[in-house]
């Protein structure tokens, strides 16, 4: 792809971080010969932290972890309570569990759902009613052409169908650009793409319209509702959705200074080290993923949850709620996991059913899971860009070490599916992702994963954050497969006999199969073939300005036509390879989005694909010519002619891309 130096280059490099940040693969569950407990007998606490130690010690030291913090609870108890490595570094500060406040991300969520669903218990909301009975008139979702209303329930089960934006919004380096709740809400709109209630597709904008509509029900900003009725109740003194900014007016509050100096510093490892990064300002749309916390508050979180909303005698919720928090909604298919009111479940070794939720930033990536035949709960949250696969394998590989089952034969691969193997080889698209514009563009590009069948009967799935390998459960038919390490199950819907979209193994989003004119490799021969063609445009125009060289006069000026579209589509290679080095880091495109460069890169795209259109509209007068003597050669008729259905090609997929809308950014 280096070699074509244009539009693909960009997409694939500028994203392809994002993609392993917000979607991280776990690695495998490591087989291990310990016997296990019985389910109700609880870990020793010096076994459990010697084997965390050891855990967070390979992790941070294989994937250079600045500083990672930990809580693990049992049967009403801390079991373990601890921080890892640094905070800062200048001063170096180290981590400790009871002070340094890490970036939680989307575990943020589930206050956010306690808060809707105490509104449920209390009569004043229904999930089955439509969100826009509860918000304010200028946050209200208008039916764009669909039937059915998102409702309260849509949002806890992330199926509002609406597409998922991020770029140049979600995240705010600059406090100043921190808008309120309701600005956000209403600027940063996201188009609905499917019917409400139809397929699963993550969605922080419904999380942050759930939080607004409690607010407007109540009468009270967010945050305070949070302190007020879970994070004050609870004791959880350093858990907040403030952040450390200036007072402004306007906006909520600041975070206390007292917590503000022991809010853990982000890092991106280089080559050069670590490099801290700017804070993180998620303040507008806090509902979905602005807390901020210590393992000491979310061991005590983790000890109401497992209570069913109540610690030292303090009741955050009924037993209504505590119902919701422990019962599936409705999977998205069989054998894909559930969201339970706004809780993800996520498979554990063992057969065990564990819930919880992820949360990533840019930089901070946690995980709390709760286990509740074991009684367990677990939370790990590291501050740095690479800390993704420790914080998603923690919970998992506790449970593998003290109650999984001993190790057993490896899934095995079926010879069945050799002969199925066009039922699901292909590439599939997620459905989170932007639909439209620049942003649509370049989610084609990184949201894509492949699907082949490997000779020993398993399919391999591979995307921009790796390659996973999966056997058969069952007749092939039925589309079902289980991982390597045997927890998680991947599961395609079939129809006619033929694979239509699979689910991620989260359950939080879909992967729908696409035709070759929707992938990249479409994009990237029409990109070879646009680059080779231009070159030869302007080659050509070279050779006829050094011997005499008849045409009529339309010829000439379809000449100035293609020769400038040439032009345009080389500028725009040009810019976006000039961009592309600025991709590594993936904060800096987040924040800088969208970059001038692309938007100019954008523009000149648009105006080649524009007299791409009006050049085919020319051919017939291109081939007429003048009189015989003043007239080009069949051969350069045809050269003409192949160029510009070659430019108006890679214009039309360019335009369905969403990749000639500069003003989309």
């Known amino acids: 792809m280096r070699a074509v130096g244009g539009l693909v280059l960009t997409g694939v490099v500028l994203l392809a971080s994002l993609a392993r940040a917000q979607a991280p693969t776990a690695p495998p569950v490591p087989a291990v010969a310990a016997t296990p407990l019985a389910a109700g007998a609880p870990m020793a606490p010096a076994q459990l932290e010697a084997f965390v130690d050891g855990v967070v010690a390979q992790a941070m030291a294989a994937d250079h972890i600045a500083g990672a913090t930990v809580s693990v609870v049992q049967d009403g108890q801390v079991a373990l309570k601890k921080g890892y490595g640094f905070a800062d570094l200048a001063p170096y500060r180290p981590v400790d569990a009871d002070r340094t406040l890490f970036r939680i991300g989307s575990i943020s969520k589930i206050f956010t759902w306690i808060l809707v669903l105490r509104e449920v218990e209390a009569g004043h909301m229904r999930l089955d009613a439509p969100i826009n009975l509860y918000l304010p008139e200028a946050l209200r979702i208008a039916d764009q052409g669909f039937k059915r209303p998102v409702r309260v329930r849509d949002l806890m089960n992330h199926t509002p169908g609406f597409e998922d934006r991020a770029l140049g919004q979600i995240f705010e380096r600059d406090y100043g650009r921190v808008r309120p709740l309701e600005a956000y809400l209403r600027q940063e709109r996201p188009a609905r793409v499917r019917e409400a209630g139809t397929l699963v597709s993550y969605s922080n904008y419904g999380a942050g319209l759930a939080g607004e509509a409690v607010a407007e029900i109540t009468g009270k900003p967010f945050e305070t509702l949070v302190e007020t009725f879970v994070t004050g109740p609870l004791g959880l003194t350093r858990t907040s959705f403030r952040e450390p900014r200036p007072l402004r007016s306007g906006m909520p509050a600041p975070l206390a200074p007292s917590l503000a100096a022991d809010v853990s510093d982000a890092y991106r490892w280089t080559a050069e080290g670590w490099r801290r990064r700017p804070f993180e300002y998620i303040g507008q749309i806090a509902p979905a993923g602005a807390a901020s916390s210590t393992a000491g508050d979310m061991a005590r979180f983790m000890l109401m949850l497992l209570g ?358």
């Open 308 to 665: 069913n909303g109540t610690l030292d005698g303090v009741a955050v919720y009924g037993p209504a709620t505590a119902t919701a928090f422990s019962t599936p909604q409705g999977a998205p298919a069989p054998g894909v996991p559930a969201f339970r009111h706004g809780l993800m479940e996520e498979p554990q070794p063992g057969g065990l059913m564990g819930v919880g939720h992820e949360g990533d930033t840019l930089s901070f990536h946690s995980n709390m899971v709760l286990v509740p035949a074991l009684n367990l709960g677990v939370f790990v949250s590291t501050n740095t860009d690479t800390g993704a696969p420790l914080a998603a394998a923690l919970a998992r590989r506790i449970v593998q070490r003290f109650y999984g089952p001993p190790p057993g034969a490896p899934p095995r691969g079926s010879t069945a599916l050799l002969d199925d193997r066009a039922a699901f080889e292909g590439v599939y698209l997620t459905d989170r992702r932007a639909y439209h514009g620049l942003e649509g563009f370049i989610d084609r590009l990184i949201g894509a994963q492949t699907v082949k069948v490997t000779q020993d009967g398993r399919l391999i799935v591979a995307g921009p954050n790796g390659a996973r390998r999966w056997s058969p459960v069952g007749p092939t038919a039925q589309g079902r497969f289980v991982s390597d390490d045997g927890v998680d199950h991947l599961v395609f819907q079939m129809a006619g006999g033929r694979a239509r979209r699979f689910f991620d193994p989260s359950g939080a989003m879909a992967f729908e199969r696409i035709g070759f004119l929707d992938q990249a490799g479409a994009l990237i021969v029409l990109t070879v073939l646009t680059f080779l063609a231009s070159l030869a445009a302007l080659g050509d125009l070279a050779s006829r300005a050094r011997r005499d060289f008849r045409e009529s006069s339309n010829q000439r000026q379809a000449s100035v036509m293609q020769t400038t579209q040439a032009i345009l589509w080389l500028a725009a290679f040009a810019l976006t390879a000039i961009w592309s080095p600025r991709t590594g880091d993936e904060a800096a495109v987040v924040y800088g989005w969208p970059p001038w460069l692309v938007i100019i890169a954008s523009t000149c795209a648009l105006a080649a694909g524009l007299m791409a259109v009006l050049s085919v509209t020319l051919l017939p007068l291109a081939w007429r010519g003048g009189r015989r003597l003043d007239s080009w050669t069949a051969s350069r008729k045809a050269r003409f002619s192949v160029t510009a259905l070659i430019f108006l090609c890679y214009a039309a997929l360019l335009a369905s891309w969403g990749a000639l809308e500069p003003w989309s950014g």
